[in-house]
């Protein structure tokens, strides 16, 4: 029976007692998704789950078929999060499974509601070493909320539901895991609904705390986290942030929690972000995060400033409680959703009466703005003939983004820079690898934000070491008629390792250095439309003919070899070659 094709179906009244119907563990699968309203599913077609995949057609769904799984699991990974609804991959057991793992981390770095659907070798071979057989549960244990393996094809429905609950109320990636035999078979299925978990702004007390803090700063500053994003509350910090005329600065890499277009917002706080946001956070006496886990390479000293207020009383708000804390010393910890959190804590400090706006303070974040602006678009980065200055081609980009772009970017030096000209003035808009920093993020990151939202352009930034990872998922954004536009930094080089060379190791260049195709006539031969940029003057027209295309386009930018400031000046320290001493090896080798 095919309860997508058939008359009868979940709403008749033919149930069995407890409103159970009569199905295979497949459709039971099927009919689970269809509750939770999932309309694309990404990953690459395999034996493992074909029953349950020869309903997806019928059922409304589509496979969104890739050139590599982990490509899969990071355009799910674009999808849940420009919708902020669980979104769903799933592979071929053994590698196609383990090919998810890079991705489904990233994933759960960034919150993203995942289920992460892992058919396996089947139940009654299990442990005989057959083909592609391996222990599927372990390579996810520190990089999912939770796993479940379905030890009964009678449990596929109740075991599917509870993973959608889980994957949106904990944000992030859930694992299950399903014998491949288990989709076989007969039996009585009840397909709930999606269970809604409320939320709350946290203790009483707390909260009380809190607005008092606030309410007696001298000079309080708001950090708007990723929370923000997630729990949809950029109106409700908009009006906190106006009531207390506190400055806002985003945590590292949600430049899109709080508008750029905000008389009182200041930019991204970390590495390579806004000198005004820093110089701004270094006065705080009260610091309000909200919706952040104050992570390590977000707080970090950058462009020479180490901003982060030492003396500030801080107030975190985070509905994860392991984060209270975990970073940064606090003095209030609240656990709550933090859209609701600054709505009761507005409330609280209203009643305490009103309050007029602190014009000072607004002249004075308007003076460290105008600033740093003005700083960015002086700093040099020279063109030469063919090349262009990665700064000045940001820049043009900058200029060049639609409104309501959505903009993905790897990791890699010039991506990195980004974070300083990247702006936007409403949510769900900025798609980073966050503290995973893997390469190969950014396109199938914005091939999956473009078909969760087909309205709004999705771009993606991509160094030309990461492009080499992800070009082929170019084949499915033309296959699937997916018109994300990549853009390509060609500077021949791994941009972030290099610079590490430069700096530490006396210009001795190991494996960074890239000979590179030509990307934009590969584009073309794909089937894309490609667009090879030499000049300052071109990068704009390029990227709005690939918009205005309406078809995958690449766009690749010739830049010269200038690099940014390193990621890790904490991790490194001057080389020690003691060999070389004893002439054990070439000494030219180590000069």
Known sequence: ????????????????????????????????????????????????????????????????????????????????????????????????????????????????????VTPESGSLTAGHGGFQETEQMPIFSKITKWQVHVNSPLRMAELMHRAFTIAQHERGPVQVNIPRDYFYGEGDYEILSPLVIERAAGGSNALDKAAKMLADAKFPVIVAGGGIVMSDGIDEVKALAEHLTAPVVNSYLHNDSFPANHPLSCGPLGYQGSKAAMRTISRADVVLALGTRLGPFGTLPQHGIDYWPKDAKIIQVDADHRML??????????????????????????????????????????REKESWIAELANWPSPNKKGQIGPRRALAQLAKALPRNAMVSTDIGNVCSVANSYLRFEQPLSFLAAMSWGNCGYAWPTALGAKVARPDRPAIAYVGDGAWGMSLAEVMTAVKEKIPAVAVVFNNGQWGAEKKNQVDYFDNRFVGTNLANPDFSEVARVMGAEGYRVEHEDEVADALKAALKSGKPSVVEIMLTQELGEPFRRDAFRKPRRLLAKYRRFNAKEYR
């Open 1 to 116: 029976m095919n309860i997508m094709t058939d008359a009868k179906n979940l709403s008749t009244p033919t149930k069995p007692a407890g409103g159970k119907v009569r199905m295979t563990p497949s459709e039971a699968f099927i009919e689970t998704l269809v509750a939770h309203k999932v309309k694309d599913v990404f990953g690459i077609v395999g034996s493992a789950y074909m029953d349950a995949l020869d309903l997806f057609p019928g059922a409304g769904i589509r496979l969104v078929s890739v050139a590599h799984e982990q490509n899969a699991a990071h355009m799910a990974d674009g999808y849940g999060r420009v919708t902020n609804r669980p979104t769903v991959c799933i592979a071929q057991n053994g590698p196609g499974i383990t090919n998810f793992v890079t991705a489904v981390a990233a994933a759960y770095w960034a919150h993203t509601p995942m289920v992460v």
């Open 325 to 366: 804390g975990l970073v940064k010393k606090v003095s209030l910890a609240i656990q709550g959703d933090a859209k609701l959190a600054a709505a009761e804590i507005l409330k609280r400090i209203k009643v305490r009466g009103a309050r007029k706006a602190d014009r000072s303070r607004l002249t004075e974040v308007q």
